[in-house]
């Protein structure tokens, strides 16, 4: 079938129509609008086709000039043909707007909403406004138009629009109480915004539009969520009688019998609940909310598409909410609807992100998953055609691999998983390198060491080329992978990955422009160089620029935690020989401009504890009785006024600071003394201690589990003198360690 | 397993000792026929009765008068007055309007109108099938019909009985009350099929009269 022919049909039909639109005759003039109306009502092709040949500012030119015939009406005959005229080509605009884009731009470039607007809406038509038809039209239309991304925005700080749009909601039809709602779901944004919608009283007639139509009851639940949303302030305003009727409410509606109904109250429920410690908290509406939702998955439609969503909203962060998740049956229920297979992306997208979501925070979650074999299918979705699928497998994969046990016994690190992985890092799309970035962070973090797999698939060297990525998000990630990969790495392992790094990338990281990376460049150099003596070497590569780089850092940096893990580097540099120590005592005297001391006393006077140990740490590895140097050192650092501050600080209020003070003080003591063999094995103990280069942080219960575990298998191992504990990073949010 | 016997009689007792109000069953039967949309038995009800139905038997008219167009065959009318009706209808409807495009092109090849309806496909069901892939296996369906020289014998000749119409007015139909926030099923059905399934529940425990033809709704005695 040759497809000229057709499009040259369409065109003859068109042409033909838009003629007959440019009529005198207002007959001629409607019926033209009418065949345009029912040409392109539901047919995306034809409203492309009209739109090219210029239909949109033709039909927005007949409405405007009936507009203003209206003034000039002069008897009912020619006021039903007016008013017939204004209805249709209204419902042309409203359906070229109708979820096409390109409709949408056209119909406002052509300032037809303004135009629907004066129209069919404003008080002064009273003529017009006797006809409900126009109205309805006018209010469909406008309606379609803000419910696109492209809507113009509404100012909701004029006060003409504000009582505008308190005339719309408080009008009997349902299509314009609706189009008051859909301006307010769509347009209000900011907290502002909120506070003045809310302000205005705008929620008394949205709660009885509540018992209205389904509808209202749709538009209304959509516009009350979009008030609250993220807004304690609002909520906490929220008090009185009126709040319990309408919270019992829309609690009722949650049952309805239409699926969207269910969705959109839910979802109303969820945005309260969220911006508000006091409201909804209660086991049963909780309980309800997570059985509604994995409910919901059933729908085939869009609605079981977003359920997802809303039940990560309702979710996500709240180990609680988790738990009862669990409890029935949420991690199997979600994961039977991901075994369907050829789900649409967006559905596919949210269970994944569900699932995610459920393995956060809980261990039974993860176990759960891992027995049913959820990994299978994460792992096929890492390919999948949709980047935000790709993105959310991966979400799922970092989730689920926070597992200790499952970390310990190797799970995650395997061909399988790792070769899909790594080739996400060269993805297109910047946030599924991010993500898959998140997920590699914890899979390195390998007990059994096999991080070799990781290294053998070119892992390293497409993390390292991240790390000079453009985008600070991306640097910042891969930073924090290699940091995890290098951790306790084999010497072999380390040697390969510094290799890749080289020092001079290192040094510049250090002093990248954004703090967050210098902070995870300075924990990758402290994880570098910890280990056997000769991994503190490294530092020295290069004439020593990470050293240099480290100890600029220090000297300049504001933030607690780049001077925290610099000190953590200088101090296991200072269990290194003797020149390693001379090398540390050299920056830390180096001092800064303007500033008469080191910067090490601004730390030890920091209120940060986590500092104050990590300076007394340095201190103590610098001054270790048995390393022949340390009496020198701690002249020198008696010279700099820190030994004074260490002894002022022997009633430290943190107890990890008050013992390492104690050893510092008693270590300073030695020297005064003579050498007594009695007290050998006391500073052989000291030495030992002296030497511990990391320190874990007890606030994360998955951190001290895995330092046990190492604790555990250094001892074992009876060629080191020390018991190492450790720390390293799992890719949680920045306020744990 | 031996079944507890109710006799008729216990049974009609037990029937009688139910209340059921007039009322409600007046509501059944109105939900009914506006579901339906007879209009005129509808008002008649509605005046010798007292009962008020919970739509507006106005809008009955128009969406009636849209159900018939299809069930005649008259589809492109159809379409305009649903327009006319709702323009948001068709417009938020991808699934419905494609089957009315679809229902189109059945009548043009049932009329023997060949190159109209060739023309017909290509302009308008391509490009629905193009704009949304899960037509396009009914698309072809019923592009096929085309191929056939004897229409009414080919395997996809279903397509042009009297039930694809009504198949497709019942799904104009639904899509009207939904709009109008009207449930689109009748209660009547849901009612009855319950009473079936009660009875094959009940059949595992108990002998006793059963309605078998629901259109009588006779008590039958149970086989001894």
């Not at chain 1, 299509?175 to 705008?202: M, P, R, W, Y």
């Not at chain 1, 050498?675 to 994360?700: I, K, N």
């Not at chain 2, 309007?97 to 302009?123: D, M, P, S, T, Y």
């Amino acid at each position: 079938m040759p497809t000229t022919t057709a499009s040259a049909v369409c065109t003859t039909v068109g042409n033909n129509i838009l003629l007959r639109l440019t009529s005198g005759e207002r007959d001629v003039k409607l019926k033209a609008l009418r065949e345009l109306k029912n040409q392109i009502i539901g047919n995306r092709t034809k409203k492309l086709s009209f739109l090219k040949l210029g239909a949109v500012p033709a039909v927005a030119g007949i409405l405007s000039d009936a507009v203003s015939a209206v003034d000039v009406a002069d008897n009912d005959e020619n006021d039903r043909i007016v008013k017939d005229i204004i209805v249709q080509s209204a419902a042309v605009l409203g359906s070229f707007a109708c979820g096409f884009e390109a409709g949408v731009r056209a119909v406002l470039d052509a300032g037809a909403d303004i135009l629907i607007q004066r129209g069919c809406l404003v008080e002064e038509m009273p003529l017009l406004k006797s006809y409900m038809e126009v109205v309805d039209a006018g209010a469909r239309s406008l309606k379609m138009i803000y419910q696109s991304k492209m809507a113009p925005k509404y100012d909701f700080l004029q006060e003409e629009n504000m009582e505008f749009l308190l005339s719309l909601l408080n009008n009997e039809s349902e299509n314009v109480s609706g189009l008051g709602a859909s301006i307010i779901s769509h347009s209000c944004k900011t907290s502002l915004e909120q506070k003045l919608l809310f302000d205005a009283g705008v929620l008394k007639r949205l709660t009885s539009l509540l018992g209205g139509s389904l509808i209202q009851r749709d538009a209304s639940l959509e516009s009350i969520a979009t008030i609250f949303k993220n807004n304690p302030e609002v909520v906490s305003q929220f008090v009185g009688p009126d709040t319990g009727r309408t919270l019992s409410c829309i609690i009722e509606i949650v049952k309805d019998r239409f699926a969207r109904t269910r969705l959109l109250a839910s979802l109303c429920l969820i945005v309260i609940r969220n911006a508000s410690p006091c409201y909804l908290q209660d086991v049963g509406i909780k309980t309800k909310l997570i059985n509604n939702l994995l409910e919901l998955l059933d729908d085939p439609g869009r609605v079981g598409d977003e359920a997802s969503f809303a039940f990560s909203s309702l979710i996500a962060e709240k180990e609680d909410m988790q738990k009862l998740a669990f409890e029935v049956n949420g991690v199997d229920k979600l994961y039977n609807h991901l075994q369907k297979g050829s789900l649409h992306p967006r559905r596919f997208e949210g269970i994944l992100l569900a699932l995610a979501d459920m393995c956060s925070k809980l261990e039974c979650c993860r176990s759960r998953c891992l027995s049913l074999q959820v990994l299978k299918l994460v792992v096929d979705a890492l390919a999948h055609d949709s980047s935000d699928v790709r993105s959310a497998a991966c979400m799922c994969l970092r989730s689920v691999s926070r597992s200790i046990k499952n970390l310990s016994a190797g799970s995650f690190m395997n061909e399988t998983i790792v070769i899909p992985l790594v080739r996400l890092l060269d993805d297109t799309s910047t946030a599924v390198q991010v993500a898959a970035l998140g997920a590699i962070s914890n899979i390195v973090v390998d007990f059994t060491t096999r991080r070799s797999t990781f290294i053998r698939l070119g892992g390293v060297k497409l993390l390292v080329q991240l790390s000079k990525s453009m985008d600070s998000t991306i640097r910042l990630n891969a930073l924090r992978a290699l940091r995890n990969l290098i951790f306790l790495a084999e010497d072999k392992c380390k040697e390969e990955i510094f290799m890749e790094l080289t020092a001079s990338l290192l040094a510049s990281l250090i002093c990248d422009p954004e703090p967050s990376v210098q902070e995870q460049a300075l924990a990758l150099v402290r994880n570098l160089v910890d280990g056997r003596i000769n991994s503190v070497e490294y530092i020295f590569a290069e004439d020593g620029i990470i050293l240099d780089a480290v100890g600029r850092q220090l000297r300049i940096a504001s933030k607690a935690e780049i001077e925290i893990q610099g000190m953590y580097v200088l101090g296991n540099v200072a269990t290194g020989k003797e020149s390693h120590k001379e090398a540390v005592m050299d920056q830390l005297l180096l001092r800064a401009e303007n500033k008469a001391q080191s910067c090490i006393i601004k730390f030890l006077q920091s209120n940060d504890s986590r500092l104050r140990t990590a300076a007394v740490w340095a201190v103590l590895n610098l001054t270790c009785s048995s390393s022949p140097g340390s009496s020198g050192r701690l002249v020198k650092l008696h010279d700099a006024g820190i030994v004074s501050h260490v002894k002022n600080m022997v009633n430290d209020p943190c107890l990890d600071v008050k013992l390492r003070v104690k050893t510092a003080l008693e270590q300073f003591n030695s020297f005064d003394d003579s050498l007594a063999s009695t007290s050998c094995l006391q500073f052989l103990t000291v030495r030992a201690v002296g030497e511990l280069s990391h320190v874990v942080d007890p606030s994360s219960k998955e951190e001290e589990s895995i330092a046990n575990y190492f604790r555990f298998s250094m001892k074992k191992n009876k060629k080191k003198k020390s018991t190492r504990t450790v720390k390293f990073c799992f890719d949680v949010p920045a306020d744990s360690l | 397993m031996s079944k507890k016997v109710i006799t008729r009689e216990e049974w009609e007792k037990k029937l009688n000792d139910v209340k059921i109000r007039k009322e409600d069953m007046n509501k059944l039967v109105m939900n009914f026929l506006v579901t339906e949309g007879y209009v005129d038995a509808a008002e008649k009800f509605r005046m010798e009765s007292g009962t008020e139905p919970d739509i507006d038997l106005a809008t009955i008219t128009d969406r009636m008068a849209v159900k018939k167009a299809v069930q005649c065959g008259n589809v492109e009318d159809a379409i305009e007055k649903v327009n006319d009706l709702n323009p948001e209808i068709l417009d938020t409807n991808p699934q419905l309007f494609f089957h009315l495009q679809q229902q189109r092109l059945i009548e043009l090849i049932r009329n023997g109108k060949v190159e109209e309806a060739l023309e017909f496909a290509q302009e308008e069901l391509a490009p629905r099938g193009e704009e949304n892939q899960s037509f396009l296996e009914e698309l072809e369906r019923t592009v096929a019909l085309l191929a056939f020289e004897d229409v009414s014998n080919c395997p996809v000749g279903d397509l042009l009985d009297i039930s694809q119409r009504l198949k497709t007015a019942s799904e104009v139909n639904a899509a009207i009350l939904t709009s109008q926030s009207h449930e689109k099923d009748p209660k009547l059905p849901s009612l009855l099929k319950m009473l079936l399934w009660a009875q094959n529940q009940l059949d595992e425990k108990a002998a006793y009269p059963r309605i078998n033809d629901l259109a009588t709704a006779t008590l039958e005695d149970p086989a001894i």
